[in-house]
């Protein structure tokens, strides 16, 4: 990580021996310095560090919307990097089991996920109606029901 350090809490009393900030990367991220969350976003006075900054700069975030990183890098705080969405538009932008399900078109056998060959699933799953037809008609499944 190398580029300019730009110091948040510089009127802090604790500024001198824990400088919080973010530091200009060349790739265009802000990568953060200071705490972090667990699950590996920037963390300051119990905030989300990439949401404190954001406001800071470009105004409040509607409550209904979320923020979601452009870059995909959960320490940035650039603010050009992030924008605001819903949450199911956050979910359906990543790379998580959900957004891959979503992102299908034809089911294993090659069926076209769309229209009227689609099953809703309890689960706010997705099922292939012509597959699931085709399991229904055979002979162990058949005996089964009787």
């Known amino acids: 990580m190398t580029g300019a350090f730009i110091q948040l809490n510089e009127h802090s009393r604790q500024a001198q021996y824990r400088p919080v900030g973010y530091v ?3 790739n265009g991220c802000w990568e953060w310095v200071g705490g972090r969350t667990s699950t590996g976003y920037g963390s300051y006075l119990g ?3 990439h949401r404190m900054v954001y406001e800071r700069l470009r105004g409040p975030i509607p ?3 979320t923020i979601d990183h452009l ?3 959960r320490i940035c705080v650039n603010p ?4 605001p969405v819903t949450h199911r538009e956050n979910t359906l932008r990543g790379t998580n089991i959900a957004a891959t399900l979503a992102k299908l078109t034809h089911c294993k056998r090659g069926h076209l996920l769309s229209g009227d060959n689609v099953l ?4 706010h799953g997705r ?4 597959c699931r037809l085709a399991y229904e008609a055979t002979p162990q ?3 089964r029901r009787r």
């Not at 099922?127 to 012509?130: A, E, I, S, V």
């Open 24 to 26: 200009i990367c060349e």
């Open 47 to 49: 905030r989300r560090a």
């Open 63 to 65: 409550p209904t919307l």
């Open 71 to 73: 870059c995909r890098n």
């Open 80 to 83: 050009d990097h992030m924008e």
């Open 120 to 123: 809703p699933q309890r689960t």
């Open 127 to 130: 099922r292939c109606k012509t």
């Open 141 to 143: 499944r058949r005996n």
